[in-house]
T-cell receptor, first 117, second 117 residues
Framework: AQKITQTQPGMFVQEKEAVTLDCTYDTSDQSYGLFWYKQPSSGEMIFLIYQGSYDEQNATEGRYSLNFQKARKSANLVISASQLGDSAMYFC??????????????FGPGTSLSVIP | KAGVTQTPRYLIKTRGQQVTLSCSPI?????VSWYQQTPGQGLQFLFE???????NKGNFPGRFSGRQFSNSRSEMNVSTLELGDSALYLC????????????????FGPGTRLLVL
């Protein structure tokens, strides 16, 4: 079964508008971490934001915020005021199994975001 | 602070050969993870090293191996290359891997593009 699901293979957003990229995850662990990354066409993987499972407040980093709904196992990325440079692949990832033999970070399939001028 | 560096950036090999890729993490980071990225399989976890010890290993054959040195630099080796090993190999360094309650930041290097002919 997929551990990380990103249901939107591709999305379009108008410049300066906000956009939400969906991510749902599957884990039975109580302690885990969630990440979002951006990968432009150059291939570089850029860290955007991190949310720990015990964090009560949603993480924010500049124009990026993570809408964390623990009961629904959802960790959606919200990008406010989209810019042309935001066009890229976006990956949701999860570190589970903290301190165990299966401790690792796994990635979702990604969402391709295109910002339209 | 210098970012994660990977060498070489591009590599062309033929089937049956072996290859060694190198990764230098961000100064102070003791965790290094390796990932393989292909269009068909997405980002797949290879292994993670922390303080010269392999913490976990993904579902890859024994031809894929790695190690970490005392200065946290890591190498991965692929022996008896196959066509399907053609991929972007990404290395990531982490500040506090897998510690419950800690805010983890995981930064990626630019990757090594391996082409097997």
């Amino acid at each position: 079964a997929q551990k990380i699901t990103q249901t939107q293979p591709g999305m379009f957003v108008q410049e300066k508008e906000a956009v939400t990229l969906d991510c749902t995850y599957d884990t039975s662990d109580q302690s885990y971490g969630l990440f979002w990354y951006k990968q432009p066409s150059s291939g570089e993987m850029i860290f955007l934001i991190y949310q720990g499972s015990y964090d009560e407040q949603n993480a924010t980093e500049g124009r990026y915020s993570l809408n964390f709904q623990k009961a629904r196992k959802s960790a959606n990325l919200v990008i406010s005021a989209s810019q042309l440079g935001d066009s890229a692949m976006y990956f949701c990832a999860m570190r589970e199994g903290l301190g165990t033999s299966y401790d690792k970070v796994i990635f979702g399939p990604g969402t391709s975001l295109s910002v339209i001028p | 602070k210098a970012g994660v560096t990977q060498t070489p950036r591009y590599l062309i090999k033929t089937r049956g050969q072996q290859v060694t890729l190198s990764c230098s993490p961000i100064s102070g980071h003791r965790s290094v993870s390796w990932y393989q990225q292909t269009p068909g399989q997405g980002l797949q976890f290879l292994f993670e090293y922390f303080s010269e010890t392999q913490r976990n290993k993904g579902n890859f054959p024994g031809r894929f191996s790695g190690r970490q040195f005392s200065n946290s630099r890591s190498e991965m080796n692929v022996s008896t290359l196959e066509l399907g090993d053609s991929a972007l190999y990404l290395c990531a360094s982490s500040s506090v891997p897998g510690l419950a309650g800690a805010r983890e930041t995981q930064y990626f290097g630019p990757g090594t593009r391996l082409l097997v002919l």
